[in-house]
């Protein structure tokens, strides 16, 4: 499964050493067994959504888009 917060303020993260930064009303997918770290990107309050997908739900979306084609590409430069 894989879980997509969609921040409501700027978010920092810092995932496998590498700096992220997300704002508003951006989706966010990490793999749940990956370590990470969220929090404000400003001194406003982090608000976030978290919701647990299979990733042949998502899978479709990350083809049309250019990405992923099958649930094993999803993540798997990240190793």
């Known amino acids: 499964m894989s879980k997509l917060p969609s921040a409501t ?14 704002s508003p009303g951006n989706v966010v ?19 976030y959504v978290m919701v647990y997908v299979s990733p042949r739900q998502v899978e479709s979306m990350f083809a049309d ?3 992923a084609k099958t649930p094993g590409d999803l993540g798997a430069g990240k190793r």
């Open 9 to 22: 303020a700027r978010r920092n993260d810092n995932d496998h050493g590498q700096f992220h930064r997300s």
């Open 29 to 47: 997918l990490l793999n749940p067994e990956e370590v990470h770290d969220g929090h404000p990107g400003n001194d406003s309050t982090l608000g």
């Open 65 to 67: 888009a250019g990405g």
